[in-house]
DNA sequence: ATTATTTGCGAAAACGTTTTCGTGTTGAAA
DNA sequence: TTTCAACACGAAAACGTTTTCGCAAATAAT
């Protein structure tokens, strides 16, 4: 077992010093050619790698990203990741990955564990316990400490940092359009409570949606879940509830849920009243995942391009990593954040007519 | 904007030493009581913590575990995630992710970004196209540089490392061997080339249950997929394949496929010549992911327990790095891997009877 | 032959810690 | 009064880099 070498070790190796190991292996015109060349052979041949941890001590920064979501298994969040690591990657960028398991606690330790030095910026997607206790301060802290964070899907307006976000309303209103111009005259939408922000702007669009069509929102056909039914080990409570849901308002022709879970399991229940789809009943849910991919009949769905947001949070974060640099440099200027909109796209397949 | 306190501010703004300083807030008895408390409070007041980088350069180690994966957007890859996270958050331990994207080269060079210090150790997921090349260069210079790896579900044999694997011979078997009980006589299976690994066992444990039920194989009743169909941008082409599959063996009674992808694929086919599931037809796939649960009928699966995977591979991974502090104590000793396996359930939906 | 310039290299500082060891001061024991 | 331990603290090394600066030797210019 060969440990990995250092620099202090070639240069005991060639009797010269440190710096002149250092100076060869990067080329620097300081050093004769001669010494160079010795230096690069016995390197190559040792397999010689600069050691991360020291680069990144002296530089100060880690060319790492923080991310930090809810949940992993997840086709929404794991597609965002792959675009992170997609455009990280090719910046020469590494990926560290924390998760909140939609717990604030655990959010506000991942984030602490990562903060003090890890990583150089946070891309982050934000628990459903911390949108519902509204605090807010772990962010805010982080920010001030002179550390960027990029917000995406799941946002909090307030705060000061660049931001990716799907147009959850305009989505969700073209969704239930689409309901309306196929005929639909009852149209249902199987949503989140309120306090996680896409569930609300979702409802928000099918609101609009239907106003702006002149037919008159029934509250009885609004269904609220709560989103400790969302896990999977809970299928049976979610599926009984939308059962209930259903038996009391059998005029529905037309179903929005604000994400696939909710559309499959819809549709589960629609099967067992022996009503057709899209004949009897159309449905159209959010989020282009799997599932919608391979229901049958296959969903039409709201597809939210997750590889996308991913890639263009890791483009914002980056840019203003390698921007601060220069700030450093120049006095601080203004700081100026953005909100990327990434444009929704209805895909239309068998449960809408 | 304040920028992270360090030990050297607080020490020149309390006029002590830098040791004073870090004994101090190690509570060391070396300080007395007055000092230290004056250092407590201060350090409190800025909310002082040690920089992660600097500790992991001292102590030569950064307490963080590499992950190299050929893909996360897939359930079994994300929940084996999760149950790495899981145990490596509790031991305090940071996870950072790497995506070999199926690709060899993407996975050397991953591993080798991670292997310069980033990291104490491996748990990885070998890559199609590595399989496939039989190099393996890479992780035996990993672990001759003396950082451990354990490698999971795609392993290689011939690696001395740690692993944990699926049964996927017996749950192969297992599987089919209901298909056998349940009546079928003429079983069919979806495999993948025989150069992936779980392919490979999956059929073995296909032709074994066949075997000891005195069926004789049929070969023509063997259909191997390329991997590249199985991304999502080929989905056709994959229906296609098993579709021509299908009308040249149309006495199949019964499908074994070995994942979920071609389960589901394979459902839809059989559906479009009106058969009957599970009534003419019965089928069991392998990973019980969402496709599982949600497809229609619900699918017989085998089920391979991914966050179990995920967590025990973490456990063996820390308890070789801790294990390894001690080894530089004492003299070296003998190392010894594990393989451990992990039991397989057979999960019963609605496609069998 | 003397001075000026270039060349090639090493010493040392810095990044932020922890820890070993040394040392001056105090109070107690001799 | 002298000796010794206990106490409280600081200096310095170490982890592995990069980089600035200084310095000697070699070369060029006068």
Not at 187 to 214: H, M, P
Not at 221 to 249: A, C, G, P, R, T
Request: with cysteine; hydrophobic share 35%; net charge negative.
């Amino acid at each position: 077992m060969k440990r990995k070498v250092t620099l202090k070790q070639i240069a005991r190796e060639l009797d010269v010093s440190i710096s002149t190991v250092s100076k060869a292996l990067r080329h620097s015109k300081e050093i004769s050619e001669d010494t160079r060349e010795k230096v690069q052979a016995f390197a190559k041949l040792y397999n010689y790698r600069p050691n991360n941890i020291a680069l990144s001590l002296k530089n100060r920064k880690t060319k790492t990203i923080g991310i930090i979501i809810p949940e992993i298994v997840h086709h929404f969040f794991s597609k965002v990741i792959r675009g992170i690591e997609l455009i990280a990657n090719s910046r020469g960028y590494n990926v560290i990955i924390g998760l909140s398991n939609e717990s604030f606690t655990k959010e506000v330790i991942n984030m602490e564990m990562l903060a003090n030095g890890s990583i150089d910026g946070f891309i982050l997607s934000i628990s459903k316990e911390t949108l519902l206790q509204q605090d807010f301060h772990h962010f805010n802290e982080t920010i001030n400490q002179g550390m960027p964070i990029v917000m995406f899907d799941r946002v909090i307006e307030e705060i000061n940092c660049d931001k990716v976000i799907v147009d959850d309303l305009k989505g969700s209103k073209k969704a239930v359009e689409k309901l309306i111009s196929n005929g639909c005259k009852n149209i249902a939408i199987i949503t989140t409570k309120d306090y996680v922000s896409v569930g609300r702007l979702r409802t928000q669009g099918y609101l609009e949606a239907l106003q702006e069509n002149k037919i008159s929102a029934n509250k009885s056909l609004i269904l609220k879940i709560d989103v400790e039914l969302d896990s999977e080990d809970h299928l049976e409570d979610l599926e009984n509830e939308i059962e209930q849901f259903f038996k009391k308002n059998k005029n529905i022709d037309g179903i929005f849920a604000v994400n696939e879970l909710y559309a499959v399991t819809a549709m589960k229940v629609v099967r067992k009243y022996d009503l057709k789809i899209p004949d009897n009943i159309q449905v159209i849910g959010f989020t282009d995942g799997v599932l919608s991919k391979h229901s049958r009949p296959g969903l039409t769905t709201v597809s939210q391009h997750a590889q996308e947001m991913g890639e263009k949070a890791a483009e914002l974060l980056i840019e203003r990593l390698e921007l601060e640099v220069e700030k450093e440099e120049y006095g601080e200027e203004e700081e100026h954040y953005q909100t990327v909109v990434i444009e929704t796209e209805l895909i239309e397949r068998d449960s809408t007519k």
